[in-house]
């Protein structure tokens, strides 16, 4: 177990990427990080000195897959147990999906972990498939109109072994997670919440206070399939709508939200219904 | 072959820098309070919190002054100060 995080690196205070990226360091023991490109580039330091305390490969969008991938036979043929991990953003995981499909069809084995802040942060906060509902962001300044994709939904349809959902709000679930993960074989996917200060307009004392909203009021949902469909025991208690915390609360206090109607709201709202029913479906399968 | 070791980056504090310069708040501990539960710095996104002999301490050098030490810690043994 170790801190792969050098202090004094070029995050943002407050940044979700850097509390992520900590949680690699205490769950997985020998291991390679595969960046593309993305706020995680910068944070993983200028040269001459590295924030990481692991070997870090950084690679251009779509070939991330194909170079974890490669990493990971050549250890085979050596006869050593590393784990090869992609960090990839919610940018990168929308430029490289073809590559990140085809890579999770031949069940290659590696950790795929998209680290979602929601934006395309590192370039000027565009929006992604995606980012929030309604958000305001460079490429959606009247709120996002289009739906928002479920993107662990979608990597649990190709059938890997394992795929899951975790947040930086709650950092002892994300490490379980990845402690299981590091013995598993073949893809693996995990797609991590991650509220970014700067590019959601909140204060950045409040990143984890925020990502545990996200949770509270039903907006993020946490579980994991592992061979079964489970929800994770921090969002079991939400699966009741009556039990989930306000929805605007959770807004209010994101920049990105100010100025919604009460219509779009309520839209908001019954988006995360329905998201909560396709959960529904998977529990039963 | 050539040596190519001055262009690959060595692990080691400050890739930017003195970062406690960014600080507008300045984290202060009240040794009474912590319990050292050490959920801050689980959560110190700058990872410049370790375990001190009374309570956790904080490198100050490097501290950023984000504030979720703060907003985590279930004691409330950390204040807020802002920087002179
Ligand atoms: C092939 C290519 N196209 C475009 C870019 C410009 N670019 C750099 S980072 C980035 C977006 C990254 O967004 P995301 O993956 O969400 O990471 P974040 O910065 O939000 O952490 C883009 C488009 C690039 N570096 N390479
Ligand atoms: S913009 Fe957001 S994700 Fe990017 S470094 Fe800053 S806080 Fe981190
Ligand atoms: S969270 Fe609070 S009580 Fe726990 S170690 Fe940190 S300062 Fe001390
Ligand atoms: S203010 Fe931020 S960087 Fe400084 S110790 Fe607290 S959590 Fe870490
Ligand atoms: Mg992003």
Redesign the pocket.
Known sequence: MKTIVMPGNPSCQGCPHAIGLKALGLALEDFVLVIPAGCSTIIAGIHPKATLNVPVLHVPFASAPAVAAGISAAFKRENKKKNVVIWMGDGGADIGFATISGSAVRNDDIIVIVSDNEAYMNTGIQASGTTFWKAKTTTSPAGKREDRKDLAAIMLMHRVPYVATASVGYMNDFIKKLEKVKSIKGFRFIHLHSPCPPGWRFDSSKTVEIARMAVKCGAWILWEFDGKFNLSPASKPYKDKNKRKDLKDYLKMQGRFKGLSENEILEIEKAIDKQWKYIECFENI | MQPIDCLISTPDKGSAGKTGLWRTYK?IVDEKKCNSCMV?WL????N??TEGEKCIE?DYEY????????EVCAKKAIKMVLEE
Do not use: D, H
Not at chain 2, 43 to 46: G, T
């Open positions: 984290p801050c959560y110190c996104p700058e410049v919190i904080i501290c950023k002054g984000c504030g979720i030490c703060c």
